[in-house]
């Protein structure tokens, strides 16, 4: 945030709220002229400020109405098991997020299946084989409460 001025604050917070908004509609937005914000969104895209841009699916539309929270523990924590583990969950298709944690369990994922039955295969041919894995503790969501894309960008 040090090296973020005012005018890159307000370009993040109009790209959260629509990330399809043209370079001369930001422009307007933000007080630049389209040259000079389509070079600042350059500057925020190549020091990876901004990420990427993307749509938010939804997971009930596209039929995966579940959500399971997956603890995982390993046989360790070295380098060599860690990059392993993340190597293979990365190529699981149904992992939504995979987090390293300190504490009780190693990782916590977030997980999308269609139903019980669906995460069950999940959890077979997937989660179960991913390498060093010990422990797997999984919960189920029953309602989604919030799900925030993005903070409140502010200059503190």
Not at 134 to 149: C, G, Q
Request: overall charge neutral.
């Amino acid at each position: 945030m040090e090296n973020l001025d005012t005018i890159d604050i307000a370009i993040l917070k109009t790209l959260q709220e629509n990330g399809r908004i043209s370079n001369a509609n930001l422009a307007e937005r933000v007080g630049l002229s389209p040259s000079a914000c389509s070079r600042r969104l350059d500057i925020l895209e190549k020091s990876s400020v901004i990420r990427g841009y993307h749509a938010r699916l939804s997971n009930k539309a596209l039929d995966h109405k579940m959500t399971a929270i997956v603890h995982i523990s390993l046989s360790g924590q070295f380098e060599k098991t860690l990059s392993e583990f993340e190597a293979a969950v990365k190529r699981c298709p149904n992992v939504l997020v995979c987090y390293l944690m300190s504490g009780e369990y190693d990782y916590i994922l977030r997980v999308a299946a269609r139903d019980l039955q669906d995460y069950e295969r999940i959890h077979k041919e997937w989660l179960s084989a991913l390498p060093h894995v010990v422990r797997i503790n999984s919960s189920f969501a029953l309602r989604e409460v919030i799900d925030r894309p993005n903070i409140d960008i502010d200059m503190r």
